[in-house]
């Protein structure tokens, strides 16, 4: 199953990444149709996602972003426009933060 690996580092602290976290799980819920589960921690929460073909976490830390998900065999053509979506969105909800770009998105390898 071909996999996404995203890692974005930030300065936002874990209480305003929490709010970066939960709104990119709004947008996944509704322009995707995902199901999205909070687990909440001390240091770091993780954002549980699934769909058909689709199954995967964000791990949200005070200083990162780390983001798997793998895909199904009929999604795993659209591996590429996914991920490009999927950073989109984290990069535009951080610049909503007053995150900037300054720490650009980065494919990590599998």
């Not at 322009?31 to 949200?60: H, N, Y």
Request: aromatic fraction near 6%; hydrophobic fraction near 40%; charge should be neutral.
């Amino acid at each position: 199953m071909p996999d996404i690996r995203i890692h974005r580092e930030h300065q936002l602290g874990l209480p305003r990444a929490r709010k970066v976290a939960l709104a990119w799980a709004d947008y996944v819920e509704d322009r995707f149709g995902m199901e999205c589960s909070v687990l909440k921690g001390k240091t770091s929460d993780t954002i549980e996602f699934t769909r058909s073909g689709v199954k995967g976490r964000l791990i949200v830390a005070g200083d990162h972003f780390d983001l798997d998900a793998h895909l199904g065999l009929l999604l795993g053509a659209f591996a590429r426009t996914i991920e490009s979506e999927v950073m989109k969105n984290l990069e535009d909800r951080l610049a909503e933060e007053g995150e900037g770009k300054a720490a650009p998105v980065k494919r990590r390898k599998g």
